[in-house]
């Protein structure tokens, strides 16, 4: 796997099945209290995906970072997301949160969120030491650098941008993200690591490793 320098590579994978990924990630959260998972990993490695299939298999709800992000900042959003959705949520309160980059731009509808036990919030950052303190659980998406570029692409393309124009924002967004994860390296506080990019991907079916990674 073709990784950033900085991250250490995960080693002895195991494929589990989505039963056993459920055992795995259900040892590592409390038993009885609410849980907060932090899905987090570099753009395109495969977050939105794991986060789905795990708030399917824990019956939790998804929040992305994406949406709190949206015409705020890209990567300095870790507040407007404590306040506006993990403090309430904390309290047992049903989450109706209009972020301000929304209110600002006109953009219609609300981040919804009802009170039940798990609460996973993937993105960029997601893992990060600020919300990282606050959580029951970090896990790191890891990806294959080229492979990661060329399913972000292909996203952005699809999007309706041209290829050119896809080129421009993602070269343009990873001089923001990288010298995050760099600084902050979320997968040293990852209790589990997911391969976002394998060699053969199975249909409900994760490989996985023990985290943190450290240098």
Do not use: Y
């Amino acid at each position: 796997m073709h990784l950033h320098p900085e991250e250490p590579e995960a080693r002895s994978w195991v494929s589990v099945d989505d039963v056993e990924l459920a055992v795995r990630v259900r040892a590592l959260l409390p038993a009885e209290n609410l849980a907060l998972v932090l899905v987090d990993g570099r753009s395109g490695s495969g977050k939105s995906t794991f986060a789905e299939r795990l708030a399917r298999i824990l019956d939790g709800a998804v929040v992305h970072s994406d949406d709190i992000a949206w015409h705020h900042d890209p990567i300095d959003w870790a507040e407007v997301l404590v306040d506006g959705v993990i403090a309430p949520w904390r309290r047992g309160e049903a989450v109706c949160f209009h972020p301000p980059g929304w209110v600002e731009n006109g953009r219609p509808g609300v981040i919804e969120v009802p009170p039940q036990r798990t609460l996973i919030i993937e993105g960029v950052g997601a893992g990060r030491s600020g919300l990282a303190a606050r959580a029951e659980l970090v896990v790191w998406i890891q990806s294959d650098r080229d492979e990661a570029r060329r399913r972000g692409l292909q996203r952005d393309v699809e999007l309706g941008r041209t290829p050119k124009e896809a080129e421009v924002f993602w070269d343009k967004w990873m001089r923001s993200e990288e010298p995050f994860l760099a600084n902050d390296r979320p997968w040293s506080r990852a209790s589990l690591v997911v391969n976002g990019t394998p060699p053969i991907a199975m249909r409900a079916h994760s490989d996985i490793a023990r985290g943190p990674l450290d240098v």
